[in-house]
C-alpha cells in the first residue's frame, strides 16, 4: 500500500469514527444543558405558574366534571362542560387550556396568553367572556403571568371541545349555572378591625383579587364573599367586631376555612 493509500484509508476511517461519535456527542450535549441552571429555572418557572393556577382554583372552570362532583383529573384544564349564564349575554363555558392545537392554546404564544390574562383579549381581537376574571388578574406581575403562560405550555395537549358558548335565546345542550348579581349589601358587618383586609392594598397579596371579606350573619356564623369586580365589601358596617362579639372558642379576626 503507498503512502497515499494509506493517508485515504486513514482519512476514511477517521471519518466514519466521528460520524459514529457525533449523536452521543450531541446526546450528552443535550443532557448537559438540560440539567443546566437554565433548566432548573425553567422547572421553577413552570412550578410557580402551577402553584398560581392551583390557589386561583383554575382547575374548578377549566377541568371536566368538576361542577358535577366528579373532577377528571386525566383532562386537567381539558375545558368544562358545564356552562355559566350570564343574563343578556348568553351561555359561556371554561375552554380548553392544555396546547392543543385544535381545542385549545396551542397556537397560542406564551405572550398571547399573558396578554389575555392581563387585558381579556385575544389574539384574534376578540374579548374573553366576563366570566373570565381578566380586570382582577390585570395587575399581575410579569414573572407571575409568565409563569402561568409557561405552565399552561407545559401541559399535555388534549383534545377536548367543550360544548359552547351560547348567544342570547339560544338553547344550551349542556348542565347550565346561571349567574345572578350580588345584592349592593352584602354583608352586614365586617368580622375584624382592619378594612384593609377587606379590599387588600396590593395585588401581591392575593393573586386574581379574589378579595375574602368576612361578614357575620345573624346565625353568628362567618361566611366569605368574593369581590367578583370592584365593588368590595359593598353595604353597611354597622359595626367592627369586638372581643365580647366573638364566640370564646374563635379568636378574634380569625375566619374559618
Not at 359561556?92 to 392554546?105: I, K, Q, R, S, V
Amino acid at each position: 500500500m503507498s503512502i497515499h493509500d494509506f493517508g485515504f484509508a486513514a482519512t476514511r476511517v477517521a471519518s466514519q469514527v466521528a460520524k459514529r461519535a457525533l449523536p452521543a456527542a450531541f446526546a450528552a450535549l443535550a443532557a448537559v444543558i438540560g440539567s443546566s441552571p437554565a433548566g432548573a429555572a425553567d422547572g421553577e418557572l413552570v412550578e410557580r405558574g402551577k402553584y398560581l393556577l392551583t390557589i386561583g382554583n383554575w382547575t374548578d372552570c377549566h377541568t371536566p366534571g368538576h361542577f358535577l362532583g366528579k373532577p377528571d383529573m386525566t383532562r386537567h384544564l381539558g375545558g368544562s362542560e358545564v356552562g355559566f349564564e350570564i343574563p343578556g349575554l348568553g351561555v359561556f363555558y371554561g375552554p380548553n387550556l392544555t396546547p392543543d392545537e385544535a381545542m385549545g392554546l396551542g397556537r397560542w404564544s406564551e405572550r398571547d396568553i399573558v396578554t389575555a390574562i392581563r387585558t381579556g383579549k385575544r389574539p384574534d381581537g376578540r374579548m374573553l367572556a366576563p366570566i373570565m376574571p381578566w380586570a382582577a388578574l390585570a395587575e399581575l406581575t410579569d414573572p407571575d403571568a409568565g409563569a402561568i403562560a409557561a405552565y399552561l405550555k407545559s401541559l399535555p395537549p388534549l383534545s377536548n371541545k367543550v360544548p359552547g358558548p351560547f348567544g342570547p335565546g339560544e338553547a344550551p345542550t349542556s348542565f347550565v349555572m346561571k349567574i345572578v348579581a350580588p345584592a349592593k349589601q352584602s354583608g352586614r358587618r365586617i368580622a375584624g378591625r382592619r378594612p384593609s383586609l377587606c379590599r387588600m392594598t396590593t395585588h401581591a397579596e392575593s393573586p386574581g383579587r379574589l378579595h375574602r371579606s368576612s361578614t357575620r350573619e345573624e346565625s353568628g356564623l362567618i361566611e366569605p364573599v368574593f369581590d367578583l369586580g370592584d365593588e368590595v365589601c359593598e353595604g353597611a358596617v354597622v359595626a367592627a367586631s369586638t372581643p365580647a362579639d366573638e364566640p370564646a372558642s374563635r379568636p378574634m379576626n380569625s375566619v374559618p376555612r
